[in-house]
C-alpha cells in the first residue's frame, strides 16, 4: 500500500478539545484567534464627554446665528420706522414741485416748526438758507416711501 493510501484510511483527530471550540465564532464578543481585531471595552465617560461637547458648539453656533439674525431683523425693523416717519414729515411738508422716483431731496425744518422738501442741497443755499434746519438727505423710492441719505442734527430731535 502506498502512503497516500494510508493517509486515507486515518481518520483526522482534532488535537484542540471540542469544549474549547466556538460553533459560530463570528458572533462572540471578544477575539477569538490572534489574528482577531483588538477589542477594548470604551470609556463610556469620554464618549458621553465628547457627544456632550460636539453637541454644546453645534447649539452655542446656531444660536449665534439666530442670534445675528434677529439683530438683522431689528435693524431693518428700525430702518423702516425711520422710512416711515421721515415719509411722514415730508407728506406733511411744504413741496413747490413734484418729486420723482430716485431724485434726490434735502428736508428742512423752518424756524416756526414747519417742513420744506427742497432740491436745493445744505452746502447750496448761501445766506438764503439761514432760517433752515437740516433735517436729512432723502431719495423717493418707487413704494413713494423715502429712503434715508444722510441725517443731519436736526433728524433726531424731529
Known sequence: MSKEKKAENKEFVNPIDPEKIALNPHSLEYGHHSGSALIKPEDQGKIKSR????????????????????????????????RKQISEFIYKAEIRFEPFINHVYHLYRRDQGSFLLS????????KSGQHLLFVATVK??????WDILEKGDEFSSI
Open 51 to 82: 457627544a456632550l461637547n460636539a453637541m454644546e458648539h453645534q447649539t452655542d453656533m446656531q444660536l449665534g446665528q439666530i442670534y445675528e439674525q434677529m439683530h438683522l431683523l431689528a435693524e431693518q425693523a428700525k430702518k423702516l420706522q425711520e
Open 140 to 145: 423717493l423710492l418707487a413704494d413713494h416711501t
Open 119 to 126: 432740491m436745493v442741497g445744505p452746502t447750496q443755499w448761501g
